[in-house]
């Protein structure tokens, strides 16, 4: 092959790279835009079809692609880890194990959450008028996950959509492009029909193909810059969105709190996925009185951690994704030390973990999102496929002390193992910091005062707040997931993640069709009156009341049969 015809064969495909080690881990052929649409279209005919199938069907398929999953659990863990970096245990701790448990229980439940109910109407309830409301599937599902949890999130989103009677069509990000094919292959081998389930990879082209094809709805995790620009897309053709937009967690710790299970929590909240979590622990606020002693205690298990590649079972934190995220860290850091703040432990590349990658396929990324720089950014030069650089992708897990509301890293998602701890010396103070943020996706509170706990979790502008936890509730599917402000719109998992799939139909009924109704034309001064008695009776939903125009509304119905 001539070298013109091998770049251009490189420039159809996505080549996937283990982040710890620089070896290629395989390839994929990237979609076309035209390929993309031609896609959702195959969906939008199979969903005619998908849509009249049983809730025991829809279960019964998704339960097998549970089965599958299970028969290649290892494998799967063995491919996540390798493509995002992350150890192997949190692949089945953080991605495997949830799902799992997500998708037997939508696929129990489903079918209970989405039964027609009826709907009390009040007074008109006495009229012989009835309503009720069902739920319709929406059509054609586009999903476009994160790299940080690339199992986890598109293929639980997919089975919901499913469930709901959706077809879907998912764009993974070009950092987990295999793990993204290994979805397919896992609905492909448990019987769902031909292109009920689509995967299209690619980069930004993919995606934004993918939004103008004009699905149904549209669910993306990633950077709130991106979410503006997919909501802006997707506006052209009212399709409705649901954002996971990021976070910048606040984690506060009162007086009374268990300083032991507060400190692992904050160990594990900061560090896991090396911080690149969107429900880590960005911003630690402690009282003053128990600062000392809990940052003693988070920096000595700190520097327990084992640091390295994700295949060895004893590590605890692994490469990140990305040269392009390694250096917000490494400039949040710089800027904490610029700042006044101090570093406690870590705060630098580990030196001895150098990879060798090939320019062509140094990995590239925003904040929990696709890529959208080009390798040239990196490489500061021509992208040469031929020239490689030597990079650490490991950063340090970092405690830092001192930190303030008004240093820039405090007010930036940092997504990267950093710990920033800040004190303060009453609860309106602490609960004031916490809220002084763009952002509003999870936090916790530390207490042994739960009634405590809870009216203070009242008060912080997140989706999920947890006392005496952190970090995990996005595994626990029955419950909705999303965030407030800037951390984005709508909901995912749990009843309310359900509702975002389904339009509801209001079907309404009138059992009484001997006497006209007292509000048809033609109208009358007869009419003006019993219009003004609905007004002031009927609409007080008082029976007692209504009771008095009861003559009145008999005289309008006579003239109306005499008309």
């Not at 340090?396 to 710990?419: K, S």
Request: negative net charge; hydrophobic residues 40%.
């Amino acid at each position: 092959m001539a070298k013109a015809e091998a770049q251009e064969a490189a420039a159809g495909e996505i080549i996937s790279s283990d982040p710890a080690t620089g070896r290629e881990v395989g390839r994929v052929r990237k979609q076309t835009p035209d390929e993309v649409r031609q896609a959702v279209e195959r969906s939008r005919q199979v969903f005619h079809m998908w849509k009249t199938t049983s809730f025991a069907e829809r279960r019964r398929l998704v339960m097998r692609a549970r089965e599958v999953i299970l028969d290649e659990m290892e494998s799967i863990a063995e491919l996540i880890s390798a493509e995002s970096g992350k150890p192997k245990g949190e692949a089945i701790a953080f991605e495997i194990a949830p799902v799992l448990d997500l998708m037997q229980w939508i696929a129990r439940s489903a079918e209970k959450m989405l039964r027609p109910r009826r709907v009390g109407i009040g007074l008109f309830g006495l009229l012989g008028r009835s309503s009720r409301v069902v739920y319709h599937p929406l059509g054609v599902v586009a999903i476009i996950p994160a790299w940080n949890y690339p199992f986890s999130i598109p293929l639980g989103e997919a089975v919901m959509s499913l469930m709901a009677g959706n077809t879907v069509v998912i764009k993974p990000s070009e950092l987990t492009p295999l793990t993204g094919v290994k979805i397919g292959e896992i609905f492909e081998r448990a019987g769902f029909p031909n292109d009920a389930v689509q995967v299209v990879s690619g980069a930004g082209e993919t995606g934004a193909a993918l939004v103008e094809a004009a699905p149904d709805k549209i669910a993306f995790t990633g950077s709130v810059a991106t979410g503006r620009k997919i909501a802006e897309a997707a506006a052209k053709n009212l399709t409705s969105v649901v954002l996971e937009l990021g976070g910048k967690d606040p984690m506060i710790v009162l007086a009374d709190a268990d300083l032991e299970a507060a400190a692992n929590a904050a160990v594990w909240g900061a560090f896991s996925n090396a911080g690149q979590n969107c429900a880590s622990v960005e911003r630690l606020y402690v009282h003053e009185s128990i600062a000392e002693d809990l940052t003693r205690r988070i920096v000595e298990k700190t520097g327990k951690l084992k640091i390295g590649p994700g295949s060895d079972p004893d590590v605890s934190v692994g490469p990140m994704s990305s040269e392009r995220q390694i250096r917000i860290v490494e400039r949040h850091v710089d800027d904490f030390r610029e700042a006044g703040a101090e570093i406690l432990t870590g705060g630098e590349r580990r030196a001895d973990t150098l990879v060798r990658m090939s320019v062509a396929s140094t990995r590239t990324s925003a904040n929990c999102e696709e890529a959208s720089v080009g390798t040239d950014d990196l490489a500061g030069g021509t992208g040469d496929a031929d020239r490689s650089v030597r990079a650490p992708l490991i950063f340090e897990p970092t405690v830092i002390a001192g930190a303030t509301n008004d240093m820039r890293p405090m007010r930036e998602e940092t997504f990267g193992p950093t710990l920033p701890i800040c004190t303060f010396v009453t609860e309106e103070e602490a609960i004031a910091l916490a809220n002084d943020t763009e952002f509003g996706l999870t936090a916790s509170v530390w207490t042994r005062d739960i009634a405590r706990g809870r009216r203070i979790a009242e008060r912080i502008e997140a989706g999920t707040v947890c006392i005496n936890e952190h970090l995990y509730t996005h595994g626990i599917g029955q419950t909705p997931w999303g965030g407030f402000k800037n951390s984005g719109r709508g909901r995912t998992h749990g009843l309310e993640g359900l509702l975002e799939l389904v339009q509801p139909q209001h079907i309404h009924t009138n059992r009484i069709t001997l006497l006209p109704d007292a509000w048809w034309m033609p109208y009358s001064p007869t009419a003006l009156e019993t219009f003004r008695g609905f007004a002031t009776k009927f609409a007080t939903g008082s029976m007692l009341k209504t009771a008095t125009l009861l003559p009145q509304l008999w005289k309008r119905i006579k003239e109306l049969r005499r008309g």
